[in-house]
């Protein structure tokens, strides 16, 4: 069985059975997204989530708006949104770990993913 990696930006709501069936692709159980705070867009299903960084960076976005993270479809409340990656690794915005550390920003990616994620 092939896996297809499509490294999608949604342009329009998805239904969380589509988010569960595009987790089969790669890990089973969890797909990988980068949300662009300032410009309220989540690219959606590859295999690193500085492949999803560098789409959005190619479609306009800026680093510092992006942001990594993991959800689990399968999941509910807290559990469905992972704020951790390398790309949010940033001393310079004071982002000093994988986890997005402020909570501000984490709210703000929690809004644009439930903007794209229907339950």
Do not use: C
Not at 2 to 11: A, K, P, T
Not at 40 to 46: P, T, V, W, Y
Not at 89 to 102: C, D, K, T
Request: charged content about 25%; aromatic content about 6%; hydrophobic content about 45%.
């Amino acid at each position: 069985m092939s896996n297809v990696i499509r490294m999608i930006i949604l342009e329009q709501q998805i239904s969380i059975e589509q988010l569960t069936a595009i987790s089969v692709g790669l890990f089973g159980d969890m797909v990988k997204a980068v949300a662009d705070v300032a410009n309220n867009k989540l690219a959606i299903d590859a295999e690193l989530h500085s492949d999803l960084e560098r789409l959005l960076l190619e479609n306009g976005s800026n680093q510092e708006d992006l942001w990594g993270l993991n959800l689990y479809p399968e999941m509910e409340g807290e559990d469905f949104i992972e704020f951790d990656s390398l790309i949010n690794i940033r001393p310079r915005l004071n982002n000093r770990s994988r986890y997005v550390e402020s909570a501000e920003v984490r709210e703000r990616i929690t809004e644009i993913v439930n903007s794209f994620i229907v339950r």
